[in-house]
């Protein structure tokens, strides 16, 4: 299997791709879209992407600086055709070393319960009660990144 991740730029074609992909895995299937302010939110924060052997964007992974030391991990969405082949890990691994080179040292992030066992297979920890977050239940998880 022959999968490349790299850093994408807000505002760029790729970015566009990974917009839709997100859609279609993250929000089509609860009735939600994406606002034009939520999108705008997005110009600073660390866009990652996987790619095909065709240079398809297959997968995306979102950092979003909180603080100094803490990034907060979000929307991971893997194209379903491609799903359970190891591109999440593969994009979870890449993204903490992304987040270890730019002096970060905490990942949070809000995971969908059907999605916690793949988070705590790769080190992510449960921090707190489930809530709700679009319209499903979830869970804080959180992981130190070793420096
Ligand atoms: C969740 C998601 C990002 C995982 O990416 P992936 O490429 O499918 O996952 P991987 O193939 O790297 O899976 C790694 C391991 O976690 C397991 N796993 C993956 N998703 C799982 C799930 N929902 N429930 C339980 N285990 C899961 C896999 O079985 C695999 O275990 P294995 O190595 O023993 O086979 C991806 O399936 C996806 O986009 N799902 C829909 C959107 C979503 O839920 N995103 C997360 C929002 S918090």
């Given amino acids: 299997m022959n999968i490349e991740i790299h850093l994408i730029a807000f505002g760029t074609p790729e970015y566009d791709e990974a917009v839709r992909l997100r859609y279609d895995i993250l929000r089509a ?36 600086p909180a603080t100094e030391e803490v990034v907060k991990m979000r929307q991971v969405a893997v ?18 070393k992304t987040a270890s080179r730019l002096g970060f040292s905490l990942i949070t992030l809000h995971a969908r319960e059907s999605a916690v066992p793949f988070y705590e297979r790769l080190g992510y920890g449960l ?21």
């Fill in 127 to 147: 921090v707190g009660e489930r809530f709700e977050e679009v319209t499903i239940p979830h869970f804080k998880m959180e992981k130190t990144l070793r420096m």
């Fill in 29 to 64: 299937p609860l009735g939600l879209t994406y606002t034009p302010e939520q999108l705008a939110e997005e110009y600073n924060q660390i866009h990652l992407a996987g790619f095909d052997s065709q240079g398809v964007l297959i997968a995306y992974l979102n950092l979003t």
């Fill in 79 to 96: 194209a379903s055709t491609w799903q359970g082949k190891g591109i999440g890990s593969m994009l979870v691994a890449e993204s903490e």
